[in-house]
């Protein structure tokens, strides 16, 4: 199948699961599904504080989740922030998307991204070089190793590199899987008029994750 015919499979697709959408709102989606990514802005990662006035860096009870979904709606309703150069792009296609689909597709995106930088992660995180990673990376793609381009690898280990350096200094000890997608998570929910329907695309934004982070 050639790459014309691909892109043209996934949109026949996205117009079956998406009806009555223009084609400018779900073909952004489609390029998930070929393989496009968003990396990660670790610069806006406040937290509420739990019941004992600790930071709430994670939840270990339904209750907490509750509080944290509340705090996030109205915390990303009146974020004032811009997007880092890596997540401009992804907010550009958001702008002209409905927000449910919009945050289906951040969900996606940062369930699929951080599963895929999982590996590359835990490496830097112990101090592997570059040229280690790649092999690692190679063992572990098994078959398809030998198709990996080293160059290409380079720039994403650079990245994923500046990614756990901006982590460890602005949200080291915060485990909420929205943290690092919150400018785009904000530009969609600034867009419904109401915290109740808020308070519904963050809870839509975990389920989704959580799904597509369990595949």
Partial sequence: ?????????????????FPDRKEEQIAPIGLLYVGMRWGRDWRYADVPDDEHGAPLNG????EEYAQYLDWLAEYLTTLEATPNEEQQGLCTYIEKMIPEDAIQMVAMNAALYDGEMEFLEMWLEDG??????????????????????EESFRDMYAKVQSEVEE????????????????VPLSVILKKVDSQEKALALVRRYFDIYNEYAQK
């Fill in 59 to 62: 939840c270990s009870s339904q």
């Fill in 128 to 149: 592997y070089s570059c040229e280690v990673c790649f092999e690692n990376m190679k063992e572990n793609a098994g078959e398809e190793g030998g198709a990996l381009n």
């Fill in 167 to 182: 982590k460890e200094e602005y949200a080291a000890n915060v485990r909420h899987s929205d943290v690092s997608y919150r």
């Fill in 1 to 17: 199948m050639t790459e014309k015919e691909e892109n043209s499979f996934v949109m026949d697709i996205l117009k079956k699961a």
